[in-house]
């Protein structure tokens, strides 16, 4: 028994021998930027070249973002966790008002609001908190620069 050509075949078959109409246009798929990534590298680039030869050091844990499962059960059988802030700034601040044992924030996008911070977020930045380390949560890559400006100063 032979089957019923679909609608997709014969879309398929116009577009191959033409139908007589001209091929509608197809609608161009913008790339949806992450802001929060850009605002991180940011951060990146204006850290390493102010600050960097300063002897002054700072990492960010890439837990976010998507991975195929395979690569993230990895990760996650390798120690990642969920929550970790973004900036971490393992460097100790004695002065005669505050000591830290380093700084962590928690960078959103800049137009973001405190209920973007999801609970592993939070309990990460109260556990660093417990341990003696400034925390914050920063929204967008100027507040973040000003909040390492001031951890330094």
Same mark, same amino acid.
């Given at each position: 028994?032979?089957?019923?050509?679909?609608?997709?075949?014969?879309?398929?078959?116009?577009? $191959?021998? +033409?139908?007589?109409?001209?091929?509608?246009?197809? @609608?161009?798929?913008?790339? !949806?930027?992450? /802001? &929060?990534?850009?605002?991180?590298?940011?951060?990146?680039?204006?850290?390493?070249?102010? $600050?960097? +030869?300063?002897?002054?050091?700072?990492?960010?844990? @890439?837990?976010?973002?998507? !991975?195929?499962? /395979? &690569?993230?059960?990895?990760?996650?059988?390798?120690?990642?966790?969920?929550?970790?802030?973004?900036?971490?700034?393992?460097?100790?601040?004695?002065?005669?008002?505050?000591?830290?044992?380093?700084?962590? /924030? &928690?960078?959103?996008?800049?137009?973001?609001?405190?209920?973007?911070?999801?609970?592993?977020?939070?309990?990460?930045?109260?556990?660093?908190?417990?341990?003696?380390?400034?925390?914050?949560?920063?929204?967008?890559?100027?507040?973040?620069?000003?909040?390492?400006?001031?951890?330094?100063?």
């Amino acid at each position: 028994m032979q089957r019923k050509p679909t609608k997709a075949y014969w879309a398929a078959y116009g577009a $191959l021998y +033409g139908n007589g109409e001209p091929p509608k246009p197809q @609608p161009i798929k913008k790339k !949806r930027q992450n /802001i &929060e990534e850009v605002e991180q590298i940011k951060f990146n680039l204006w850290f390493d070249k102010f $600050l960097w +030869g300063k002897d002054y050091r700072w990492f960010h844990s @890439p837990n976010g973002g998507g !991975r195929n499962p /395979i &690569e993230g059960a990895k990760f996650k059988r390798m120690g990642t966790k969920a929550g970790i802030p973004d900036i971490i700034v393992p460097m100790a601040r004695l002065t005669s008002r505050s000591s830290y044992h380093g700084l962590v /924030i &928690e960078l959103k996008r800049p137009d973001g609001k405190m209920s973007d911070v999801t609970e592993n977020q939070q309990d990460w930045l109260d556990w660093f908190k417990r341990q003696g380390w400034s925390t914050h949560v920063a929204f967008g890559f100027e507040e973040a620069k000003a909040i390492v400006t001031e951890y330094f100063s």
